[in-house]
């Protein structure tokens, strides 16, 4: 799945937030960060009405439960998923919470 990538000077202005406020919601898994594209940066994704997806940071933490890192539980949740039917990220966004932690339960 394609998405643009946020920097935290980005997020700073999307989020309508401090720098320590954001780096804070990266520390606490409620947005999750690489450094691919060179620069700290999130996927626009995991921003919803201009606040980090609510959904997301349970299933970061399942997933680093699991031994992810963040670059991986980044391309697990843009990554098409046979068993959900979508990206994980698209089925968060769509409420069905419950479901992707299941999947993301099963990947320890």
């Known amino acids: 799945m394609e998405t643009t990538w946020l920097t935290l000077p980005d997020l ?48 970061a933490i399942v997933l680093h439960d699991a031994g992810f890192t963040d670059d991986e539980t980044i391309d697990w949740l843009l990554e098409h998923d046979e068993s959900i039917g979508m990206p994980p990220i698209e089925a968060l966004r769509q409420g069905r919470k419950s479901e992707v932690r299941r999947v993301a339960q099963t990947l320890a």
């Not at 320590?20 to 626009?44: F, W």
């Open 12 to 59: 700073v202005e999307v989020l309508d937030e401090p720098l320590g406020r954001v780096r804070r919601l990266l520390d606490e898994k409620h947005l999750v960060a690489s450094r691919r594209t060179g620069k700290l940066a999130v996927p626009e994704v995991f921003i919803l009405d201009g606040h980090p997806l609510s959904s997301l940071r349970g299933t």
